[in-house]
């Protein structure tokens, strides 16, 4: 309420921390399209993959306890980190002398970087199936407004549920995601 209050005194800034929170797949949605027409500047702090990368076209994150700004889209950043972590992989080369000492860590390394290949590949898989899932919801959204199934009131108990399943599916997602993202940065800490 508060949000559409400034959104209709032509307030020219909104500073937005975690609008998503609470609100359905059909009010995000809403949400986008009140934002990609609005004519103002706007800062958005928010967990939501799906809503930033429908809104967001200027990223900044804290690297190194350094505030840094990337210029596109959400996508865009995730890809370009993405290819910053394979660079400095592939850059990382040891000396021949630190190869023995490392030697009786090899196990330990070689362990360490699967466990953070299997879980860097989970994250990814659980994006994909994550933004799969919120797709089909959009559509089960998108039919629920078909004259069809409006004017059926067993077509829309039937539409409300799938899209009350697919929320559920979406949170479990996003909860696994969580809990698998978690198990990475502690394996990256140690």
């Not at 399209?33 to 990368?53: I, W």
């Not at 407004?145 to 997602?173: F, P, R, T, Y």
């Amino acid at each position: 309420m508060a949000l559409a209050k400034t959104i209709l005194t032509k307030a020219n800034f909104l500073l937005l921390d975690e609008p998503t929170n609470h609100l359905d797949m059909k009010s995000v949605n809403t949400l986008i399209k009140v934002l990609e027409d609005y004519e103002g500047s706007f800062v958005v702090v928010s967990h939501d993959r799906y809503f930033l990368s429908q809104i967001a076209n200027k990223i900044w994150y804290i690297e190194d306890k350094v505030l840094k700004q990337y210029p596109g889209t959400y996508d865009e950043f995730e890809y370009y980190k993405s290819q910053q972590k394979q660079q400095a992989a592939a850059e990382t080369v040891k000396p021949a002398k630190a190869a023995k000492v490392i030697e009786t860590n090899n196990d330990g390394d070689k362990e360490k970087k699967k466990q953070q290949t299997k879980l860097n590949n989970r994250i990814k898989s659980l994006d994909e199936l994550s933004a799969k899932a919120k797709k089909e919801l959009q559509q089960i959204i998108a039919d629920m407004s078909n004259g069809d199934v409006v004017s059926n009131g067993e077509k829309v108990k039937a539409m409300a549920q799938m899209m009350k399943m697919k929320e559920n599916e979406i949170a479990k997602l996003e909860a696994e995601w969580e809990e698998v993202y978690t198990q990475l940065m502690a394996i990256e800490d140690n």
